[in-house]
């Protein structure tokens, strides 16, 4: 339950940061949006670059999206993918 929570609010939040990409909000929000668009970038990236550098062959032919879904949801994403792997 709190997994999905954290999804919908990160997809809420992405959603909110790339409409200032096709509308731009005014001026001090505009650039305010473009700097938490560049972090929520840049540490996501990381986090999936990081992940992805673990994985071995088989992790990522068994689950091709894993790490756009880290890309996108983070934190969130990786502690379910973490709940998933200690099942197994």
Do not use: C
Request: cysteine-free.
């Amino acid at each position: 339950m709190f997994i999905l929570l954290g999804r919908i609010v990160y997809a809420i939040i992405w959603g909110f940061l790339l409409f200032n990409l096709v509308f731009p909000y005014p001026s001090p929000a505009r650039l305010v949006a473009n700097v938490a668009l560049a972090a929520l970038v840049v540490t996501h990236g990381l986090q999936a670059w990081l992940l992805n550098a673990s994985l071995t062959q088989q992790e990522k032919e068994k689950d091709r999206f894993i790490v756009w879904r880290i890309f996108f949801f983070g934190v969130f994403e990786a502690l379910s993918w973490k709940k998933t792997k200690n099942k197994q």
